[in-house]
């Protein structure tokens, strides 16, 4: 079953000689639980696709389906709440607040749906992502690694049916690159969610199941390496 489904989708930048076309008539499908990995060079669309699935920046034309729900026929007001409750977005800068813990930068997308937090699933995944006793830490008194970790914690507490992250190891070492992406790994497996990441490193795209490259706003390949 096809969890997301992307039709003739365009988005374009600018007016005149200043127009660009981040995203040129693109159409695919991704299959509920698969992760797959978005690569291409700077300014082939990457980020503006995955932005675009996420409910952050509207197309200029064509359409993005999420469980069957036509994504951008909702208001904003709607798609704030489909953001909350159907996606996690993971950041390459981590997105955090800076004047909030570690507990309260996880649990901010359940307190701003005025939703009961689930404590059993926040011990869970304070433990799953190795942040037993930082929950009081401000992200200031964090490593790069365990920001990334608390911000993979707030995109998964609601346990979306879509995780979205953008290059989630751009700015960490090569050993906590690993760990993030195992992590996401583990939990995309856990509990069947959807996995989409852009990224520009080789190693990691060949831990996906499949591979989409975008060049120039196209798609310039789609591989499955493993179903």
Do not use: C, W
């Not at 953001?83 to 800068?93: C, E, K, S, W």
Request: aromatic share 4%; proline share 3%; hydrophobic share 40%.
């Amino acid at each position: 079953m096809d969890i997301i489904k992307v039709e003739n989708l365009s988005k374009i930048y600018g007016e005149g000689e200043n127009q660009v076309k981040a995203l040129d008539n693109i159409s695919f499908s991704v299959p509920k639980g698969q992760f797959l990995a978005i690569i291409g060079a700077s300014g082939s669309g990457k980020s503006t696709l995955l932005h675009i699935l996420g409910g952050v920046d509207r197309p200029t034309s064509g359409k993005v389906f999420l469980n069957g729900q036509d994504v951008y026929l909702q208001n904003e007001e709607q798609l704030a709440i489909f953001r909350r409750r159907q996606v996690g977005l993971i950041y390459q800068f981590y997105n955090l607040v800076p004047v909030l813990d570690v507990t309260e930068n996880i649990t901010l997308p359940v307190l701003m749906d005025h939703k009961k937090i689930n404590s059993g699933r926040l011990s869970e995944l304070i433990e799953i992502l190795g942040l037993k006793g930082r929950e009081k830490h401000l992200p200031n008194q964090l490593s790069g690694g365990q920001q990334q970790r608390v911000s993979i914690g707030r995109a998964l507490m609601n346990t979306p049916s879509v995780v979205l992250a953008d290059e989630p190891t751009g700015n960490l070492d090569s050993k906590n690159s690993n760990e993030i992406i195992e992590l996401l790994k583990e939990s995309n497996n856990k509990y069947n969610q959807t996995l989409i990441v852009i990224t520009h490193d080789e190693n990691i795209a060949l831990m996906a199941d499949r591979i989409i490259a975008l060049k120039d706003g196209k798609i310039a390949g789609d591989n499955l390496l493993r179903k």
